[in-house]
């Protein structure tokens, strides 16, 4: 099971596609670090992620909490208080780091309203590479307004021997928005094709990074179908197989609902009690009826997991086809 740890809806940045800026969690409320303890022990990845992590004063008690909850405990983050960033690396030197970035300078920062964003972006992997953190990289949320940088920017984390991670824009009650809407859709399918063609003849030198790439196209083929409205070519298991933890202490069963689906209260309830109660089997009810089809890596990448064959087919096949001078196949 994994689970994501929203820590706060404070932002420094103004993003585009994510309003959470607009809608800041109250300091005060946010919840204490040690309810952190009731989560379980043995989960196969832990996020904290938000808003931007970095801006919780406790970031390092939190971090703390949860490493001895999973042995992959990621920040997701924007990259731009480095220092803070680089403090907690010392302490934990096999946490992975994720740093969202739009794009090559010029467009990172105007989409992610952050003067000097992807400066700070760049300067925290390569402080992060000093250090000889090994599981660091960028975070891209594709649109139409910056695919035209999607294959340079993953070139250049290729260059850096770092990962590449990419989402889409999706709209919820996490956004804060409704009306993310990729306009020039034809254009982008067409940016995400060469990319998910680049990730399948990935010449990384490092074969595991170079693995990851492969299954990351098969990632890549889902965000397709989600641009283009159709239906999850994987089942989506929220509430099942993963979980969230809101600002304040909430468990959710996702971050892509209109509304957020509450299972329990960390505060008051123990993690058990809330995850075998009458509540959450009403909430996966309504994530079974969901029809959003949303593709956000904590729900895809659990899905492709347990269906780890399909993707191996996938991957193979088209592989063979780029070899042999052939075009892949979306389906």
């Not at 960033?85 to 780091?97: C, G, Q, R, S």
């Not at 809101?246 to 209109?258: E, H, I, Q, R």
Request: hydrophobic share 40%; glycine share 6%.
């Amino acid at each position: 099971m994994e689970c994501a740890v929203i820590t706060t809806y404070r932002c420094n940045a103004h993003c585009a596609m994510c309003n959470c800026w607009a809608n800041p969690s109250d300091a005060s409320k946010e919840f204490r670090p040690e309810i952190l303890t009731k989560i379980p022990e043995g989960m196969t990845r832990l996020n904290i992620t938000g808003g931007e992590p970095m801006l919780r004063r406790d970031i390092e008690d939190i971090v703390e909490a949860l490493d001895k909850k999973t042995n992959r405990l990621e920040i997701s983050t924007n990259g731009y208080f480095t220092d803070r960033i680089v403090n907690v690396a010392k302490k934990y030197h096999d946490i992975t780091i994720r740093v969202s970035l739009e794009g090559l300078p010029k467009l990172n920062d105007k989409l992610r309203g952050i003067q000097n964003g992807f400066d700070h972006g760049l300067r925290t992997i390569l402080k992060l590479q000093d250090l000889k953190v090994e599981d660091i990289g960028f975070a891209m949320v594709i649109s139409d307004q910056n695919a035209v940088d999607l294959l340079d920017l993953y070139h250049l984390a290729a260059s850096m021997g770092v990962e590449f991670s990419t989402s889409t824009m999706h709209n919820s009650f996490y956004f804060f928005k409704d009306d993310n809407r990729i306009e020039k859709l034809d254009m982008t399918l067409e940016y995400m094709k060469e990319f998910i063609k680049a990730l399948l003849q990935s010449r990384r030198k490092n074969l595991k990074l170079r693995a990851k790439d492969w299954f990351r196209a098969y990632l890549g083929l889902g965000l397709m179908r989600f641009m283009k409205g159709e239906q999850r070519s994987l089942p989506c298991e929220a509430g099942t197989d993963f979980f969230f933890l809101d600002p304040y202490g909430k468990v959710l069963a996702c971050n892509g609902s209109d509304e957020p689906w509450v299972m329990g209260d960390l505060n008051t309830q123990d993690f058990e009690e809330i995850w075998h109660s009458e509540q959450a089997v009403k909430v996966r009810k309504l994530v079974a009826k969901c029809d959003k089809n949303c593709w956000m890596m904590g729900s895809a990448v659990p899905a492709m997991r347990k269906k780890l064959p399909t993707a191996i087919k996938w991957v193979m096949s088209n592989k063979i086809r780029l070899m042999t001078g052939k075009d892949i196949k979306l389906y």
